[in-house]
């Protein structure tokens, strides 16, 4: 079983539509998440940390549940900007571990 | 420095060569990290580096591969007789001691093994 695992996608949604990633990760002593945005042929960039209590950081509501170890990205009123690979990253004592992304593509 | 600086930003090598790839982590971030990225594919870790402790070279995928961080701060990765297999970019992160806010990547050096 891989460390950290999303649907690869693509997701192809239109402009104002709500799309949602899931994250599943193996390892229960995992200890901070986050979700990164990588745009075609650029570095990743961090996106926004993923809190136990759930946060939220304008159009993005990111959702943590460490019971059934998975992570969620939810992205309201979807932009053409969007379009993008998200990646999940889940840190255990520094070492950062990164799922493959889910490609997204956002369509007027 | 204000961000993750890798150097060079491309290299064309011939197979066969050794290429060494450079990374200037942010000023004060404690820990670094060597990634490499395929076309098309996820983030593949290769080493490492937390203030003075032993290096975590678990991911280097050959003995071919080694990276050193002399002083705590610019770190080098080495690879020796290079394979076209090794095409990709790697990429260079670095973060304070805690990795509790994520990191911060430079924008990489494509190599490419001709």
């Known amino acids: 079983r891989k460390e950290v695992e999303q649907d690869p996608g693509p997701f192809n949604v239109p402009e104002g539509a709500t799309v949602a990633f899931n994250c599943t990760y193996s390892?229960?002593?995992?200890?901070?998440f986050f979700w990164y945005r990588q745009d075609c042929r650029k570095e990743p960039k961090l996106l926004m940390s993923v809190y136990s209590s759930g946060n939220e950081d304008g159009r993005f509501t990111a959702q943590l549940n460490r019971a059934s170890q998975y992570i969620s990205l939810l992205i309201r009123d979807s932009k053409l900007s969007d379009s993008a690979t998200y990646l999940c990253?889940?840190?255990?004592?520094?070492?950062?571990?990164f799922g493959a992304g889910t490609r997204l593509t956002v369509k007027p | 420095g204000a961000g993750v600086s890798q150097s060079p930003s491309n290299k064309v090598t011939e197979k066969g060569k050794d290429v060494e790839l450079r990374c200037d982590p942010i000023?004060?971030?404690?820990?670094l990290y060597w990634y490499r990225q395929s076309l098309g594919q996820g983030l593949e870790f290769l080493i490492y580096?937390?203030?003075?402790?032993?290096?975590?070279k678990s991911g280097l995928p050959s003995d071919r591969f080694s990276a050193e961080r002399t002083g705590g701060s610019v770190s080098t990765l080495t690879i020796q007789r290079t394979q076209q297999e090794d095409s990709a970019v790697y990429l260079c992160?670095?973060?304070?001691?805690?990795?509790?806010?994520?990191?911060?990547f430079g924008s990489g050096t494509r190599l490419t093994v001709v």
């Open positions: 990253v889940v840190n255990m004592m520094g070492d950062m571990r």
């Open positions: 390892n229960s002593a995992s200890q901070s």
């Open positions: 000023s004060g971030h404690t820990a």
């Open positions: 580096f937390q203030g003075n402790s032993a290096p975590d």
């Open positions: 992160a670095s973060s304070l001691e805690t990795t509790d806010y994520g990191y911060t």
